[in-house]
């Protein structure tokens, strides 16, 4: 597996990846119109032509990606898909780290938030270093916890 930066030729697969990545989030909230499943083509080019995507390759297939956006001093990292049949196999935890590598000389702190119901991502989350903030309710069946880390310095 190579990650790298995404280019506009890989829009296409980087949502199809993403729509197949949401939907398990969509049916565990009974929720089919979270935000990133109403993602366009557009909205992801944007993301990519602005630097902000990163994508993990198997071979030549995108097969995960994630978005880095910088605003000052913080990173928020977002969209961060693995495809269903590859879970399990270290890709989302490298397409994190990747994108921390990628930032962490320019930013004070990294933030994300992911659902309350989704384990895995809270799991994958804190296991790399990212500690709760806080928890905002959204609807009545969702809230998103946020967490934030601290870049290490060398």
Known sequence: MIIGPASPRDAGEILTVQHAAYVTEAQLYDDPHIVPLNDTLDDVRAAIVAGQALVARDGSRVVGAVRGVVDGDVCTVARLVVAPDMRGRGIGSALLAAVEAR?????ERFVLFTGHRSAGNLR????????DTHVVAVTDTLSLVHL?????RG
């Open 103 to 107: 930032e962490a000389g320019r930013v």
């Open 124 to 131: 994958l989350y804190r296991g790399a270093g990212y500690v």
């Open 148 to 152: 934030e880390k601290t870049p290490v």
